[in-house]
């Protein structure tokens, strides 16, 4: 999925699924693009259809200490589950990050406390 300004790409997320699961394999938004909603825009219509398709729980891996992309995935949701050693490059070490969707079952619970 790609967003544009004008003539411009701005940003674009690449996933895959394999339904009740999917991976963020990237995700980037041009830096003078930054800090206008792009990237969440991206992540929000992505996740979207990727729960129309069936994914429940999506994945992710980004650096350490990449601390603005941290704080980017845990304010969408995501958690921190693992820590993968030398994952980029044999070097860098990164976080395995993980969401749950929210289905219809989840959402009734949530809002009934049952």
């Known amino acids: 999925m790609v967003a544009m300004e004008d003539a411009h790409i701005a940003g674009f997320i690449l996933t895959e699924e394999n ?46 200490d990449n601390e603005g992309g941290v704080a980017f995935w845990q304010r969408h949701g995501y958690r921190i589950e693992a820590t993968l050693k030398r994952y980029y490059l044999g070097r860098l070490d990164a976080y395995e990050m993980r969401k749950i969707m929210r289905t219809e079952v989840n959402e009734r619970t949530a809002d009934t406390g049952i």
């Open 19 to 64: 339904p009740p699961l999917a991976h963020v394999i990237t995700l980037d938004v041009a830096e003078k693009f930054r800090r206008r909603g792009i990237g969440s825009a991206l992540l929000a219509e992505s996740e979207g259809n990727l729960a129309l398709r069936g994914v429940r729980t999506i994945l992710l891996e980004t650096a350490t």
